[in-house]
């Protein structure tokens, strides 16, 4: 196939812009008609030819200034209109298309989702509603008609202010909308459809009263509250910390069942993943709820850092999402425990955003080039692009930061601005030099800090030698020197925090490593100390230095930073699993230090001290975050030897596991901070115990017992991992009782994806045939396929490729359905260097397979071609 790349270098103002638009759509499943009049205006008077996007529909007519106009060419991709001869530099296009959603399973453009209709644009969907400048620097007034069945379509949506309605004498009624902000056209959403609806108020810090809406399935309203509280507290909090305050009369919210993403933050008109809205205790688990809090006030947050501030062109997609994150992550730790989010941020970001950095997709957080947009919607560009957001954040403190956010919204409020735009105000509003931090927007990898020390007993000084290097990455061979903020204490052996000072004058405990190689000198320092390095995760990067258990065990007991002691125990736990694979490929026993067993018993002794964080040290890294340690992955060897580790500190802390277990009572449910982690305490205890004989027997009374998905879940998970006896007791009990609800099935899908039983895979198999499962609905596939390839490691690269011949088969099937599915889907076939010989010969066998496929979409060709060349 021809896939042409586009280069961030390549950009040009547009020659020509469009101020307003008239959308009228005429509604039908099997039959909508669009009729766009657009007013365009002519930027460069030069200009005599311009492109419109657009594909994916049946092109009906087109007229120039009222009047039928055939000067143009038209191939697969757009219309090419020549004006020569047409002098005027305003004129109107009035544009007529058919199109037919219900036949649309790309999720993209106008498409039905169960019984409604709606739209994503989002990167590039608009152009399959209509020819238009369908590029983000194309800012423009939209006023909507929408008109269908009034008994199947009651409710008639889309961006803005609701103007006018009325009803027609055939049964269909039509209303019509209009949006005063000028907006891109990814920005543009519709919907139309039969729902329940929550509706209620909030007053923003100015006194004006905004209507809120919220609307879900039918039948599902009782799962809506909390998606109304949590936008409404993340309103109240951006006008807090950021000063930032709705615009709009109304803002809605409205949940489907078909969405390709997790939700979109479209002007005022926001459409979700209900996944990310419909919440109750019977369905819903606590990392719902707080997935859902998350969510909701992502895109609220969007309304200034992305819909009044855009982007200019996709390469800036980091300039909305990366600034986005950091502020929901903020909003979280703000509203919730700090300690915990960025320990589950971090999480993330080591196991998925290294591991992309370290394969064929490796990308700076502002891409450089790009064939399909949607592969760029990334975790480089959101979780590492927030990253770079909290380095700032990090080096200019709060109040300088949010000088710096004053200013860029001021200068570019209404604009479609650059990420250079961004870090200008950031400098400028605080004078920070940030030449040589620019450089994270344009270098992929991931950076490896090597630290060594010296500590002079003669002197009481010690050292810290930091040299930086970032590794070539697919994209990039040659790196440069970057801006690292490097968090630091010193700690005594007995835990006493040191000064930091040098020359008798305080130092900051932020290390600025600009250099290759630097030497940073502590004084009046007694004794050598135990160094915290990169504390609250300060920087996103690798971390080489020679820990000694003895060290990791002071810090793990003493450190003031949360996050420093959770980093202690990964530490420790990865050198576990290090000597123990290592131990499996060369057939000798499994062990685990005594010390480690001690300082676990010792966490969990005194966890009432810090619940939250005590759960959080107590849990072992998951199969996938462990492989991030090692450069060629062994499925087999990790997956045994964290078994071993799992059953090891079960049988050890048995005792203790069952006292905590058995102490903690919660009366009824609520979704609060100590709730949640007493919650997520008890069943951490729970799940090592179903390693122990108590297993079967606390398992099955935990499930019956449970009122509540989250503890249900977890006892359904414990029976699940450890295959205890009652497991597919369990399995079907929960089966019949929700086989009608999508949502929660997708749990039990996804258990079922990472059993451990040797047939897992035709398990997933006959699953695909499950009466609730539905292929083209991204969140069962996810569920059911995504858990599969992506969290079970041993079953997907079990040798002889029968996984990776599954995924291939699947995504050769989605490439005609949904390309953009089968994009995020490939993933961990496409990252094959990072295993042994035999593995990668199947994964590149599988991807050649692909890549020789009929139509082969942009989105899986270029993976395809990256990860094969």
């Not at 005027?88 to 058919?98: G, P, Q």
């Not at 008994?151 to 209009?178: C, Q």
């Not at 909305?320 to 941020?345: C, H, M, P, W, Y």
Request: hydrophobic share 40%.
């Amino acid at each position: 196939m021809l896939a042409k790349a586009k280069y961030r270098k390549d950009y040009k103002q547009p020659d020509f812009t469009v101020t307003d638009i008239y959308l009228d759509f005429q509604l039908d499943p099997r039959h909508t008609v669009v009729t766009a009049t657009t007013k365009f205006k002519r930027l460069n008077k030069n200009a005599t030819t311009f492109r419109l996007d657009g594909h994916s529909f049946q092109f009906a007519s087109i007229k120039f200034n009222g009047k039928p106009f055939t000067a143009y060419q038209q191939d697969g991709e757009g219309l090419t209109l020549n004006l020569t001869g047409k002098s005027v530099d305003e004129f109107e296009l009035e544009i007529v298309t058919i199109l037919v959603p219900a036949e649309n399973t790309s999720l993209q453009g106008l498409y039905q989702s169960g019984e409604g209709i709606c739209t994503q644009c989002e990167a590039e969907g608009f152009r399959q509603i209509t020819y238009m400048l369908d590029r983000p620097d194309i800012l423009a007034r939209y006023t909507t008609k929408i008109t269908a069945d009034k008994t199947k379509y009651p409710f008639l949506l889309s961006n803005g202010n609701r103007i006018e309605t009325g009803d027609l004498a055939d049964g269909r009624h039509w209303v019509e909308w209009n949006d005063p902000f000028p907006k891109p056209s990814y920005l543009f959403a519709l919907v139309a459809g039969n729902f329940d609806l929550l509706q209620d108020k909030f007053v923003t810090q100015s006194g004006r009263e905004v209507t809120l809406e919220l609307y879900v399935d039918r039948g599902n309203l009782d799962r809506a509250d909390w998606a109304m509280e949590s936008l409404k507290k993340a309103m109240k909090w951006d006008e807090e910390r950021f000063n930032l305050e709705y615009d709009l009369d109304i803002y809605m919210i409205v949940a489907v069942d078909f969405f390709n993403m997790g939700a979109m933050e479209n002007k005022g008109l926001n459409i979700f993943n209900s996944k990310f809205v419909l919440a109750n205790p019977q369905t819903a688990t606590d990392d719902d709820y707080l997935a859902i809090e998350s969510v909701i006030a992502h895109e609220y947050f969007h309304n200034w850092t992305g819909n009044r501030v855009t982007c200019r062109d996709w390469f800036q997609l980091s300039l909305k999402e990366g600034l986005t994150v950091f502020r929901d992550q903020e909003f979280s730790s703000d509203t919730g425990s700090r300690a915990v989010n960025r320990i589950n941020n971090v999480k993330f970001l080591r196991t998925t955003q290294f591991a992309e950095d370290a394969g064929p997709m490796a990308h700076p957080i502002r891409p450089e080039k790009v064939i399909e947009m949607n592969n760029f919607y990334t975790v480089t560009v959101y979780e590492k692009g927030a990253e770079v957001i909290r380095m700032l954040h990090t080096l200019l403190g709060e109040q300088g930061f949010q000088k710096g956010m004053a200013l860029y919204i001021a200068e570019n409020d209404g604009k479609a601005a650059t990420c250079e735009d961004f870090i200008s105000a950031m400098e400028r509003a605080n004078d920070f030099d940030l030449t040589q931090f620019r450089r994270w927007y344009s270098q992929s990898g991931t950076p490896e800090l090597f630290i060594s020390d010296a500590y002079d007993e003669q002197t009481h000084s010690y050292r810290l030698k930091v040299s930086q290097f970032t590794p070539p990455t697919a994209d990039q061979m040659e790196k440069v020197n970057l801006h690292i903020p490097v968090k630091i204490a010193l700690y005594a052996q007995d835990g006493t925090k040191q000064m930091l000072q040098c020359n008798g004058e305080p130092l900051s405990e932020v290390l600025n490593v600009t250099e290759k190689e630097q030497i940073f000198e502590f004084h009046g320092i007694y004794g050598r100390p135990v160094p915290a390095l990169l504390a609250d995760f300060s920087a996103p990067v690798k971390l080489d230095y020679a820990f000694t258990t003895e060290q990791l065990l002071v810090l793990l007991k003493f450190a003031e930073n949360s996050f420093v002691r959770w980093d202690a125990a990964q530490i420790l736990f990865v050198n576990e699993l290090r000597r123990n694979v290592a131990h499996f490929q060369q057939n000798e026993e499994f062990e685990i230090s005594p010390q480690i067993l001690v300082a676990l018993s010792q966490v969990l002794d005194h966890y009432e001290e810090n619940v939250e964080l005590a759960a959080l040290i107590l849990t072992l890294p998951s199969n996938l975050e462990f492989a991030e340690n090692f450069k060629t992955i062994d499925p087999d060897g990790i997956t045994a030897a964290r078994e071993f580790m799992l059953r090891a500190i079960a049988e050890y802390l048995k005792e203790p596991l069952l006292k905590t277990y058995n102490h903690i009572r919660l009366e009824g449910y609520r979704v609060t901070q100590q709730d949640i982690a007493l919650r997520a305490m008890r069943n951490l205890c729970l799940s090592y115990l179903a390693y122990t004989s108590l297993g079967n027997n606390i398992v099955q009374k935990h499930y019956n017992s449970a009122d509540n998905m989250t503890d249900k879940l977890a006892a359904l998970s414990a029976a699940t991992s450890t295959a205890l006896a009652c497991r597919d007791a369990l399995l079907a009990d929960f089966e019949q009782k929700w086989q009608h609800d999508g949502l929660v099935m997708d749990k039990w899908f996804a258990l079922q994806a990472i059993r451990p039983d040797e047939n897992v895979l035709e398990i997933v198999n006959r699953l695909m045939d499950h009466p609730s499962f539905n292929f083209n609905n991204p969140n069962r596939l996810r569920a059911l396929v995504g858990s599969f390839v992506n969290r079970n490691l041993k079953a997907f690269h079990k040798i002889g490729g029968s996984g990776y011949r599954f995924l291939t088969d699947i995504l050769i099937k989605l490439n005609d359905t949904n390309p953009q599915v089968a994009a995020r889907l490939i993933e961990p076939l496409i990252r094959f260097a990072r295993y042994d010989a035999q593995r990668q010969t199947l994964m590149k066998r599988a991807l050649e397979r692909l890549s020789t496929v009929e139509n082969l979409s942009k989105d899986l060709f270029e993976k395809i071609e990256k990860a094969l060349q």
